[in-house]
């Protein structure tokens, strides 16, 4: 990748903000843990001399990483991997990391034991594939990384070429930032995601800011080439940890034609802590998004638990006390109405095929 266009270097940094003696060395040691690499045109939309900018703050290693708590693998990955490439939580459909590499390495982000640290998954990609070839549960296959926009375009058309050859495979999902944070990334991908769409696209987008005309334009492109897109969003604290914030970036999205899909709790990832909303805040959040936008900006909140157990979606109870078959519920303006629960009892396994 054209390596003048990622910065990893702190001159290069302080040329796009303004970095005081002890920013300097405070990335310095951060980096030492945790690698940092910003795309140029990622730092141009950093405000220049303010360090709470939301934009830096996700991309600009601070003292608070060195922080203790927090887990290095807190989704248990290393537990349900089948492949050190490939790893399976839910029947029918499971994540590849065909790449360690990103276009910009997320401070928060809940695979920085892998990301940017050495990692080769593409070590194990034959045998990712061929497990793919011969196994019978897998229907949906989700490339990730790593950043899977990272690959030479060579390598993406090769693993696409190879999935696409499995029939049971029906669904291939790409997880994928560079629209975001390197738009200029996407073009020398775009001949291999029309071959073999239409492939979903699920993009990691934190911020309203980050909707830029670029954004803009990538996701155009994707769509052009045949993709379906939908998003995928952190909460963080100081970042968008706001119910206008999070409308605006959702509103903007549903503009594009792009879902919002998740808004994810933050992992309890180790060093990230500093990042971390409470589970109370994020819920009101959701419930005051519920009343000001349309429910098709409005994503599926949830959270993964530590040590692999997986993704459990948080809402909001709206349901208050039963007495006899009256449910007595509040709507989203905290007024109490009932409603009479009293159908014949049924089952959804009656096709006898489930047995739930
Ligand atoms: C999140 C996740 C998926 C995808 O879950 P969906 O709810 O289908 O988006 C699949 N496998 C693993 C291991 C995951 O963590
Ligand atoms: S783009 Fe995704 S995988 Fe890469 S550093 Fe950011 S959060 Fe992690």
């Not at 399976?88 to 065909?98: A, I, S």
């Not at 989700?142 to 030479?152: A, F, R, Y």
């Not at 589970?279 to 998004?289: H, V």
């Amino acid at each position: 990748m054209d390596e003048g266009r990622l910065i990893s270097d702190i001159e290069s940094l302080s040329g796009l903000i303004s970095l005081d003696g002890k920013s300097v060395k405070e990335i310095g040691r951060v980096s030492a843990v945790y690698p940092f690499r910003v795309p140029r045109f990622y730092g141009s939309l950093m405000e220049r001399g303010n360090p709470s900018c939301p934009i830096r703050l996700q991309a600009v290693p601070t003292a608070a990483e060195l922080g203790r708590r927090g887990v290095t693998d807190p989704l248990g990955e290393s537990l349900i991997s089948v492949t050190p490439s490939f790893f399976t939580r839910y029947p029918g459909r499971g994540v590849f990391l065909v790449t360690a590499e990103c276009a910009m390495y997320c401070r928060f982000c809940n695979r920085r034991r892998l990301v940017g640290k050495g990692f080769r998954p593409e070590t194990s990609r034959e045998e990712t594939l061929a497990y793919l070839e011969q196994c019978d549960g897998i229907r949906e296959v989700i490339l990730s990384g790593g950043d899977p926009l990272m690959l030479q375009p060579a390598e993406l058309e090769y693993v696409l070429g190879r999935l696409r050859k499995i029939e049971r495979i029906g669904v291939v999902r790409v997880s994928s930032r560079v629209p975001v944070v390197f738009p200029e990334g996407l073009e020398r991908h775009r001949q291999a995601i029309k071959r073999h769409g239409p492939l979903w696209f699920i993009i990691h987008i934190n911020h309203p800011r980050e909707v830029t005309p670029e954004f803009t334009g990538a996701v155009r492109a994707l769509r052009e080439a045949g993709a379906v897109i939908i998003s995928q969003t952190v909460l963080l604290r100081r970042v968008n940890d706001c119910c206008h914030i999070l409308a605006r970036l959702f509103e903007k999205l549903v503009e594009l034609g792009v879902k919002p899909y998740y808004l994810f709790q933050l992992d309890d990832v180790l060093g990230a802590t500093h990042f971390k909303v409470r589970l109370e805040t994020g819920i009101a959040i959701m419930r005051s998004l519920r009343k000001s936008v349309s429910g098709l900006c409005i994503p599926h909140y949830a959270l993964d638990i530590t040590g692999g157990l997986g993704k459990i979606p948080l809402e909001n109870d709206y349901i208050r006390r039963r007495k006899g078959q009256r449910v007595f519920m509040e709507n989203l303006y905290g007024e109490e109405g009932t409603y009479r629960d009293d159908g014949e009892e049924s089952r959804c396994n009656d096709c006898g095929i489930c047995r739930v």
